[in-house]
């Protein structure tokens, strides 16, 4: 793997800390399912699907947002938590999510 | 191409066959590709997706190692974002990107498909050997080199989305709220819904050819919502094209503002029509609905191939009558549905369905061109890179005929025009199709009477197409964000018409004593 992709979910913390955002939980997964389907005795079916992903949740000036991406080059991954970031802000405050220090966990992020 | 562009209607579409709103050799080894030069300079494509020719080359050899009658290799980056504007606040925000890489294997009737998100050798390499498992000969001859065709021009922009942030964005969703609001008293709530985004495409085909193409896309959508005493009503409008942000001018989004208002407030004086036969009009653009589900899907080759389209024996035989000419056209200019190059790397151009009411050609893709023995139409579309391509539909229309609107309506006894639509399906087989008409007009002894609202209209689509007895010189296509969903993928599609008499159709509307 050319990516480390811890590395790269610790970059995206710093990124959206840097961006303005007061906590920022990030997720990292890749995983690869791989398929073959047989009909008497002949392969019928082959799928292989490879995904990976980095999910982060922003909490900033008491707003809150989730965003994802399959693209962990160094450079875009840091314009996208930018606008992750800045896109937070736009909405509007969610009262009625706590940004306690237990407040987000990784695992909740959906792909 | 006589159409003429309408810069503001539209409907929201959200899409199985649905279309809603709010796609050789064989022989001997191959050498390491890792020894072999770059035969061109790398294009910006290559570097964005950080491969070169020779990272290509090896893949696609690597795929090809037992057998192959095509075989491509996918790349895209698809980045898209979305914001919703409700009761003047920012309610949702999202981005999203997508990079992968699908490789494709097509060896007589199967496929081998593989996609990784993971562009790293070792990982596209594992894909493709999969992906290769289908087959189970030797080793077809790859390219040692992949030759750039020229880049499309039907959808260049300037500023790329990626450089257009939330707080350009902001300020058009507020105006478009605003005017809404302001047009008159009985407008409750105004909802803005935005979405821009930006794809990169790269594809390698076994023939060696390399293809690029940079696809945007823009989308806006206001809904209106509007009290008068106890009634509350509801309507809609959304613009969308392959589109720059300066293409988001005032005038562009008031039109489209007054249409979801008028659309909304002529409802408090709509009723629904009586039910039953009757003649119905289809208005000039969003009514393009009805050769997308009713026509259109029957002409997808890969129905036809497998015989289950009703279309599948009427090839060189009159479907309609010979005023009748429909057409579906990639290479239009900013068109949602447009494109340069369809997700195979074949050039995307204009295919004539039905000429002069004669049946002329199905929408192909390579695997079905191949066994017609045709070229293909530059129709194989795919979602994403997860996917592998079909058959289908760019911007479908009809072209002018020989008839005015005026005549149109004049020759009607009593029957409906159908303006504006929500969805449609089309069971895709038989050819059977709905379509839910939000608005609409009375025609009575030859002349518009009321407004009507919430009908069904129900048909076959073979059926009707022999039915369209007169057509309007006054085609268009429709500008709203058309989504065609069809075996679980969705591509953005254009549709059009021109105003056109359907001489019978099952009208679902009410029953009167």
């Given at each position: ?17 840097a ?17 073959f ?8 079916k ?66 | ?6 810069d ?69 980056h ?20 997508q ?42 001859v ?5 030759n ?19 707080e350009?964005?902001?300020p ?13 008293p ?28 940079h ?199 009593r ?99």
């Amino acid at each position: 793997m050319s990516v480390d992709l811890t590395n790269r979910a610790l970059e995206a913390i710093e990124l959206a800390k840097a961006a303005g955002a007061d906590e920022v939980a990030a997720s990292i997964r890749q995983s690869r399912d791989v398929t073959f389907e047989y009909r008497d005795g002949a392969l019928e079916k082959v799928k292989d699907t490879t995904s990976q992903g980095l999910g982060i949740q922003v909490f900033a000036a008491g707003r809150y947002s989730s965003h994802q991406t399959t693209d962990l080059n160094a450079a875009r991954l840091k314009s996208f938590v930018a606008e992750a970031v800045a896109i937070t802000k736009a909405l509007e405050p969610d009262e009625f999510r706590k940004n306690h220090s237990r407040g987000i966990v990784p695992g909740q992020t959906r792909y | 191409m006589t159409i003429k562009r309408r810069d503001f209607l539209g409907t929201v579409a959200a899409g199985s066959a649905i279309v809603t709103m709010p796609g050789f050799l064989s022989g001997c080894g191959v050498q390491s590709a890792t020894t072999i030069a770059s035969a061109t300079p790398e294009n910006p494509f290559m570097e964005w997706f950080g491969v070169d020719q020779a990272v290509i080359v090896r893949v696609m050899s690597e795929l090809t190692s037992r057998g192959a009658d095509a075989a491509d290799l996918y790349f895209q980056h698809a980045r898209n974002n979305s914001l919703t504007l409700e009761d003047g606040v920012v309610s949702s925000a999202n981005s999203d990107v997508q990079q992968g890489v699908g490789l494709r294997v097509v060896i007589g009737e199967q496929t081998g498909y593989a996609f990784t998100e993971d562009l790293t050798m070792p990982s596209m390499l594992a894909a493709a050997r999969t992906a290769a498992a289908i087959a189970t000969g030797t080793q077809t001859v790859a390219p040692q080199s992949f030759n750039p065709l020229a880049t499309g021009n039907l959808y260049t922009t300037t500023v790329p989305w990626a450089k257009v942030g939330v707080e350009q964005k902001l300020p058009v969703m507020k105006f478009i709220e605003q005017q809404a609001k302001s047009k008159d008293p009985a407008i409750e709530k105004v909802a803005v819904y935005w979405a821009d985004g930006d794809e990169r495409v790269m594809i390698a085909t076994l023939e060696g050819k390399l293809v690029t193409d940079h696809r945007p896309m823009a989308r806006v959508t206001v809904v209106v919502t509007a009290k008068k005493g106890d009634e509350t009503q509801t309507g809609y409008s959304n613009i969308a094209a392959r589109e720059e942000f300066s293409w988001f001018s005032q005038e562009r989004l008031s039109t489209m503002v007054d249409e979801a208002v008028d659309r909304t407030l002529i409802q408090f004086e709509a009723t629904r029509p009586p039910a039953g036969e009757m003649p119905v009009i289809l208005a000039a653009g969003a009514s393009g609905i009805l050769l997308h589900e009713a026509i259109g899907h029957g002409m997808e080759a890969d129905f036809n191939r497998k015989g289950t389209s009703i279309y599948s024996d009427m090839m060189g035989k009159k479907v309609a009558e010979p005023f009748v000419t429909v057409v579906d056209q990639a290479d239009i200019p900013n068109e949602r549905g447009a494109l340069n190059y369809d997700d195979e790397g074949n050039k995307a151009g204009r295919t004539v369905m039905v000429e002069n009411g004669i049946l002329k050609s199905y929408l192909h893709d390579q695997i079905s061109a191949k066994q017609y023995d045709l070229k293909p139409t530059g129709s194989g579309r795919r979602q994403s890179y997860r996917y592998a391509p079909m058959p289908r539909m760019s911007c479908t229309f009809m072209e002018d005929g020989p008839h005015t609107k005026g005549e149109i309506i004049a020759a009607v006894d009593r029957g409906i025009i159908c303006e504006t639509y929500t969805n449609g399906q089309v069971q895709i087989g038989a050819g059977d199709y709905t379509f839910y008409v939000k608005n609409g007009w009375l025609v009575e002894a030859g002349k518009v009477t009321a407004p009507i609202k919430d009908v069904n209209i129900i048909g076959n689509g073979p059926e009707s197409l022999k039915r369209i007895t007169m057509v309007a010189n006054d085609a268009r296509l429709d500008t709203g964000g058309w989504t065609c969903g069809k075996n679980g993928q969705s591509v953005p599609v254009s549709q059009g018409i021109p105003t056109v008499l359907v001489s019978s159709m099952t009208v679902g509307g009410e029953n009167v004593s």
